[in-house]
């Protein structure tokens, strides 16, 4: 990428199957939560984060998708100075990109349009109250196990 070449589904495969197991082992430490980033711009790519929950029920995925219009990013990019991602590699990135789809349940899509720490905080607000749902829904699926 930082020749300006993007990558290909085949660059990918080994390297988010490496995130996904990264974060795997970190969660395995104990701690609550691990963020992973990364551009998973299509479902295959996500697919292959979920593989994690897949395997193993206490795992939650969510992916919090950041919203925008190539236009915006564009100019965020031609305000960077010295960064590796130009204008062509947003580009490509908005030519792969496939939008969470309706029954894509575990992303959550905040608008960047804001500051930093506007996008920031939506994001925490957002992963936060999908969280709470989910556990809601564990407690009452468990609820219903002991009740038969």
Not at 36 to 46: E, G, H, I, Q
Not at 61 to 71: S, T
Not at 105 to 134: F, H, N, Y
């Amino acid at each position: 990428m930082s020749k300006g070449i993007p990558l290909t589904d085949a660059d990918r495969w080994d390297w988010l199957i490496h995130l996904r197991e990264a974060a795997l082992k970190e969660l395995d430490k104990g701690p609550h939560g691990v963020v992973l980033t990364c551009s998973a711009l299509k479902r295959k790519y996500r697919d292959v984060i979920r593989i994690a929950a897949y395997n193993d029920k206490k795992v939650m995925v969510h992916f919090v998708y950041l919203w925008a219009q190539q236009e915006t990013i564009l100019e965020r990019v031609r305000g960077r100075k010295g960064h590796y991602m130009k204008e062509d590699m947003v580009k490509s990135q908005f030519a792969t990109l496939e939008e969470p789809a309706e029954d894509e349940k575990d992303c959550l899509t905040i608008d960047v349009r804001g500051s930093p720490a506007e996008v920031q905080e939506a994001a925490i607000q957002a992963v936060k109250g999908s969280v709470a749902e989910m556990i809601e829904k564990l407690h009452d699926e468990d609820e219903r196990r002991q009740k038969k």
